[in-house]
């Protein structure tokens, strides 16, 4: 696991409901972005997801490095 430790209940929830509504890839890349950013917790990583769906960008994007400057600063 990323976070060196196994997810709480509550985490477990967030990340079942991400992988219902959004692409695993996606939700993949966004706890890569938190670990470089040394920010592994849900609510960075739910941020970093509904800043890439505010700006349609998709895993694909990711993969092709077209996301990086469309981040807001948080």
């Known amino acids: 696991s990323e976070f060196g430790r196994p997810l709480n209940q509550s985490e477990?929830?967030?990340?079942?409901?991400?992988?219902?509504?959004?692409?695993s890839k996606l939700i993949l890349y966004a706890l890569k972005e938190a670990s470089i950013y040394r920010s592994l917790n849900m609510n960075y990583i739910a941020r970093i997801l509904k800043d890439w769906n505010d700006k349609g960008i998709s895993s694909e994007m990711v993969e092709e490095g077209k996301h990086l400057g469309r981040r807001k600063n948080s």
């Not at 477990?12 to 692409?23: I, T």
């Open 12 to 23: 477990m929830q967030m990340l079942s409901e991400w992988m219902h509504n959004m692409d």
